[in-house]
């Protein structure tokens, strides 16, 4: 568990980063495993830093008993810090072998983080800081060694033993016991260390590289859920062929492991050779998986293969530089999925999820850089603005030195860093040197807080003939933004003609006609550009392919929405017309107004539903409304019953207007042959389930009797879950036969489980609250389990704004009684759920004050985990910064 005292905790500092006093060339590590107490024996070969003022060995340790410390052999003098969660060495001589032996106790780890208990399982997890919590050890990224580990422990309760690398050894012991040895050549940071121990069931097969070498692939898991790890196989194989092929990086292990478990903090973690995964990443079938499973399943297997290279074989110097392997990485599972699947659709989702989760982090009182410059919990930086913003900065890269300069950039990269651990700026550096580019300004992007402003506008020169287009960029106001300058924002840009046909974009004095989409590249504060042979009605796109994470501040009239939502020839740029079409239209019910442009709304959402030619995923990203949450972020006060009241408004009339397009796509897209996850298979399952909500929405009056059948009828997850919310969430008659019938179907099923729960706490209706505690005494809910915690009280904080702020408090009460359990058991979880009051200042006065009573309760608590604290100390901090 994190640290824990009363004292402010003092922030560390980006500036403030030396370079270790002692290197560790290689470890040896023996695991006496039981769940109850196992003991953990580390021969360290250790040799000064001769760059650093000469210090004794200080180790990093948290919950260890200490039985011996050695040197070369000898019974060393060590000091024992306890509240500084450090083992200080005396006399150790220029290079030396260290050994301690410790005892952990995996079962009493309810943080899950170091080593610990799952099921029958005994795994681990590393990052950030968790190795110190198996063994002292100089815990930080930049110490990099080569590892040997012994395994032993009861054959019965252990048959697998699994850690990093190659499997060297395996024997029989006494007393039914067993053991293997296994050996990592390549140097790596603790915190990609990793075992794994228990029984487990494996599936194999082989991938053949592209230079001829076999790699064994095993997947383990529980037996019983065996059957569901083919996906994940195929998902493997396939993101290690498209490694090959897009980036040349092939994999350099014999082995590659994947076990998948329930008690999991994060998605998954990609220790060398032997990926742990939250099963929720790894187990599915087309009975108890719905096609985002499928997809997210395909996606995080690619992102956690990737990390061998972005962020194992190259890793990040220290925790600031986090982004550097996980923004890179985001990045590279970002362009796999597209092209596995549909780029627009994908490029849409993307941009989605950062203006619906990592937005409203940038206008937090948690906003940070993507390259942080203090933090004092490190695990509550593994955030939004790290990962998706990250890798929004690293995509610029590519818009501006285009697909191959990319690559030669990354070739760079290896050639230079291999083995190393390296920043954001030698990553920077590769890239404009592999380009013979100048790309210094650029390193601002790592500095800036918040979401910058690009306002745009045009006007039409007579004199010259030319269309103008004025760009100017502004930073929020932040003290970390004072100084920074400009930013080089990358914009592409279109126009339309008066059919909505694209038109060449031309720059004033250029011969050859131009493309249909310019990139721009914005310098300086304000900048004038001017194009030839230009409308003076030439309708502008803008921002197309969200060429950089910033937000758009252009005058489009309604109707100009419309169009570009139905013609243009960018798939984001047609998403995002048609989102601040909706939103404008919501702005003007949230206030009241008469007048408004529903009607250009429904014509658009018309004319996509009657588009036969239309991708069915666009179509159903089209035809999506922003969420509570989202149209919250921008409204202060927010006035969440308005809101939420206007939404339902517009989904209603979009419904009824739009009945009968929206029976006639739901009947033309049934299934006709076998169900498949793949992607056009998947695209009309979406857009049907799609038609059937706003149906619902609408009151359409057999919408129950078609949500039962299409429940009762259903052959996979997908068309199950989405009638299942449908009756619930529409409060339709059969809701409760559902929830009943659901809830027997799928009572053995852990992740199943979590889709109930989730679907009920998420329902708009201020009884949720009610809901939600009944269901925390359910025999399926565990306090002590991330996914639970997720899909039950996470998914009510998060997705559930008119719930979680229902005007009593309820809401709030019951998040901060769960806040204070969740601090003793598992902090880091906790950190998560308390950046549901981040924004309680922007409420009214009773709300606020009722929110406020709840983060002053948890800062108040005696012993509060450094977790939590941050993010406490940092919501209820002044905005002057008092």
């Not at 067993?178 to 050996?183: I, K, L, P």
């Not at 798939?571 to 048609?578: I, K, L, N, Q």
Request: charged letters at 30%; proline letters at 5%; one cysteine or more.
């Amino acid at each position: 568990m994190s640290a824990r005292g009363d004292q402010p905790r003092t922030p560390v500092l980006r500036q403030e980063y030396r370079p270790p006093a002692w290197w560790v060339d290689h470890v040896e590590l023996e695991f006496d495993l039981d769940a109850t107490e196992t003991r953990v024996t580390s021969r360290m070969s250790v040799r000064r830093n001769p760059e650093v003022d000469a210090e004794p060995l200080t180790l990093s340790g948290a919950g260890l008993e200490t039985k011996r410390v050695e040197i070369d052999g000898e019974p060393a003098k060590f000091d024992e810090r306890g509240a500084d969660e450090t083992l200080v060495v005396e006399g150790v001589p220029e290079r030396a072998e260290v050994t301690t032996e410790v005892v952990v106790h995996p079962e009493r780890n309810t943080a899950l983080e170091g080593l610990y208990k799952s099921g029958a399982m005994l795994l681990t997890q590393c990052e950030a800081e968790g190795f110190r919590k198996i063994t002292w050890f100089p815990d930080r990224p930049d110490v990099m060694a080569t590892y040997r580990v012994r395994l032993a422990g009861d054959r019965e309760r252990f048959p697998v033993l699994l850690s990093n690398g190659n499997c060297m050894e395996t024997g029989e012991l006494d007393d039914g016991r067993h053991f293997a040895v296994w050996n990592d050549p390549f140097p790596k940071p603790s915190y990609l260390f990793a075992i794994v121990a228990g029984e487990l069931s494996e599936l194999a097969d082989t991938f053949t590289t592209r230079s001829g070498r076999e790699v064994a692939l095993k997947f383990y898991s529980e037996p019983e859920n065996i059957g569901q790890l083919d996906h994940a196989m195929e998902s493997l194989k396939k993101s290690m062929a498209w490694d090959e092929e897009r980036f040349g990086l092939e994999y350099d292990l014999d082995v590659f492991h994947v076990v998948a478990t329930h008690d999991f903090n994060m998605g998954a973690m990609e220790n060398k050779s032997l990926n742990i995964f939250n099963a929720r990443y790894v187990l599915a079938d087309r009975e108890t998986a719905t096609d985002a499973d499928y997809e997210a399943i395909e996606s995080v297997i690619a992102h956690e293969y990737f990390h061998n290279w972005t962020g194992n074989r190259v890793t990040c110097r220290d925790w600031f530089q986090l982004t550097l392997k996980e923004g890179l990485t985001v990045f590279r599972d970002q362009e796999f999925t597209a092209d596995m699947r549909s780029p627009g659709v994908k490029r849409i989702q993307d941009v989605s999820d950062l203006m619906a989760r990592q937005f409203p982090e940038d206008a937090g009182p948690m906003a940070h850089p993507v390259r942080p410059e203090r933090y004092v919990e490190i695990n509550n930086f593994y955030t939004a603005t790290v990962y998706e913003k990250g890798a929004q900065v690293v995509r610029m890269y590519e818009t501006l030195l285009g697909r191959d300069g990319f690559r030669r950039g990354m070739d760079l990269y290896f050639e230079r860093h291999d083995g190393q651990a390296v920043t954001c700026d030698d990553f920077r550096r590769a890239m404009a040197d592999a380009n013979d580019a100048d790309l210094e300004q650029f390193e601002r992007w790592y500095r800036q807080v918040g979401t910058p402003t690009v306002e745009a506008s045009t006007r039409y020169d007579e004199s010259a003939g030319e269309l103008v287009l004025e760009l100017a960029q502004r930073l929020p106001e932040h003290p970390d933004n004072r100084n920074i300058g400009a930013l080089m924002i990358p914009v592409k840009v279109g126009f339309l003609d008066t059919d909505n046909r694209p038109l060449p974009v031309t720059l004033s004095g250029e011969s050859e006609a131009g493309p249909e989409t310019r990139l721009l590249v914005l310098t300086d504060e304000k900048a004038e550009y001017r194009f030839r042979d230009l409308p003076a009605d030439a309708l502008p796109s803008l921002l197309r392919d969200y060429s950089a994470p910033v937000k758009l501040d252009y005058d489009w009239s309604s109707r100009d929405l419309a169009r570009l939502a139905g013609f243009d020839s960018d798939p984001f740029s047609r998403w995002r017309a048609m989102r601040r079409l909706s939103e404008r239209v919501l702005g003007d019910l949230i206030e009241g107004r008469d007048e408004h442009d529903a009607e250009l709304l429904i014509e658009a959402w018309a004319a996509v539903l009657d588009g036969s030619g239309e991708d069915p995923a666009l179509a159903a990203e089209l035809l999506s409304l922003p969420s509570v949450g989202e149209l919250a972020q921008d409204r202060d006060p927010v006035d969440i019953e308005a809101i939420h009241a206007a939404r339902v408004e517009l989904l209603g009339l979009l419904g009824r207007r739009l009945e009968n397009a929206l029976r006639e796509r739901f009947d033309t897209l049934a299934p006709t042959g076998e169900w498949s996850s793949e992607g056009p298979d998947a695209a009309r399952r979406r857009l049907r389930n799609v038609a059937l909500g706003l149906l619902a929405s609408g009151g359409c009056d057999d919408a129950a009797e078609w949500a039962s059948k299409h429940y009762d009828g259903a052959d996979n997850m997908t068309d199950r879950l989405a009638a299942f919310r449908t009756l619930v969430h529409h409060e339709l008659e059969g809701a409760q036969d559902a929830l009943a019938d659901f809830e027997q179907r799928f009572a053995d099923d852990q992740l199943v489980m979590d889709k109930w729960f989730a679907v009920q706490a998420t329902r708009s209706d201020e009884r949720a609250v009610d809901d939600v505690r009944r269901l925390m005494d359910h025999a399926a809910f565990r306090l002590n389990n991330p996914n639970k915690v997720r899909s039950l009280i996470g998914a009510f904080a998060m997705m559930n704004p008119v719930a979680f702020h229902r005007a009593d408090g309820a809401g709030y009460k019951l998040v901060g009684e769960v806040l204070d359990k969740l601090d003793d058991i598992n902090p880091q979880v906790g950190a998560r759920l308390a950046t549901s009051f981040n924004r309680w200042r922007a409420y009214d006065d009773k709300r606020s004050a009722m929110m406020k009573e709840q983060l002053q309760k948890l800062a108040a608590k005696k012993g509060l985990s450094p977790d939590i604290e941050e993010i406490v100390t940092a919501a209820l901090k002044d905005r002057s910064g008092g």
